[in-house]
């Protein structure tokens, strides 16, 4: 944790007739993780693989989806993912000539509803302002669009996860949607 202190408790366990019982424990929720595992794949990238899995909303950066169907002119189907982003959470850079720049990573995962991925995109984003337009993103935030196909009619779960390149703080969001038999 961020104050030094651990994330588990030390449990005594007293019987009062210990014959025949053995107590057994595991570290954290679902066993111990494989620290080659960890240290193989960079911290950004563990990160959003875990916030895409979760269908908890992560937010160190503050970002909203609309998923829009939408079919394109040769018959295949995809979903339009616009994501606002809160431009206040990411990290900009101020660049010689006065731009503001920034840089973040984005995955947008479809779900069935067995709960099976379905399809998967990432993308990375390199977002360069002027001044007027840094302003404006901070008032009014910043939009970007994802397209994510779809191969087949039913109802999905759209999950997408952010992360800044600089400060490696994650946002996700994620939304239900139902793609329409055309």
């Known amino acids: 944790t961020k104050t030094g202190q651990p994330l588990y408790h030390k449990i005594e ?3 009062k007739n ?3 019982l053995h107590v057994r424990s595991r570290q954290g929720f679902f066993g111990q993780s494989d620290p080659e595992a960890e240290t193989s794949a960079p911290l950004r990238t563990t990160s959003l693989a875990g916030a895409i ?4 909303a992560a937010g160190d950066i503050h970002v909203r989806l609309s998923t829009l169907f939408n079919q394109l002119p040769d018959a295949r189907s995809c979903l339009n993912v616009l994501l606002h982003i809160d431009a206040h959470d990411l990290v900009f850079t101020r660049q010689p000539n006065g731009a503001q720049k920034a840089w973040f990573d984005v995955v947008a995962v479809t779900f069935g509803v067995d709960g099976k991925q379905m399809e998967e995109s990432s993308r990375s984003f390199n977002v360069d302002m002027t001044p007027d337009q840094y302003a404006a993103a901070l008032t009014k935030g910043i939009i970007y669009e994802v397209s994510q196909p779809v191969r087949k009619p039913g109802t999905y779960q759209m999950r997408v996860a952010l992360a800044d390149v600089q400060s490696n ?3 996700s969001a994620n939304q239900f949607v139902d793609v329409p038999d055309l």
């Open 18 to 20: 210990p014959n025949g």
């Open 53 to 56: 899995r979760s269908p908890f």
């Open 169 to 171: 703080h994650i946002g």
């Open 13 to 15: 366990v007293r019987l």
